[in-house]
């Protein structure tokens, strides 16, 4: 794979992984993978460190709120032009949608009164 083949062309070193917002999710997710499958072992041999940029790893409030309405901060303000889209797509029509993608369930708030103490 990729990351064999960048460890072996730097003398053995680890990668760091670098991601973005979502990505952060992605590799997150893909960590956990590789430890189920092959052992935290490939991962101490093969990644460095793993740098997250603006990762939502406890969710985003606006998440919540676009699966129950089907309006999102972008459809919402785009003013004539989202009476246009709704004419081809109802907040009913994009809200179904929403909640068919995948990544849209890990932008859910998560953490609870654990985490969030009395908020």
Request: no cysteine.
């Amino acid at each position: 794979g990729v990351i064999e083949a960048m460890v072996q062309g730097n003398g053995g070193e680890g990668v760091v992984l670098v991601s973005h917002s979502m990505g952060g999710q992605v590799v997150l997710y893909y960590l956990q993978w590789v430890a189920d499958y092959l052992g935290t072992g490939w991962i101490d041999s093969h990644v460095h460190a793993f740098v997250s940029i603006a990762t939502p790893f406890l969710g985003v409030p606006k998440g919540l709120s676009a699966l129950l309405s089907g309006e999102a901060k972008d459809t919402a303000e785009l003013g004539l032009l989202g009476t246009v889209l709704d004419q081809y797509m109802s907040p009913w029509d994009r809200r179904r949608m929403f909640r068919s993608w995948g990544s849209a369930q890990t932008m859910l708030p998560k953490g609870g009164a654990r985490f969030w103490g009395g908020w």
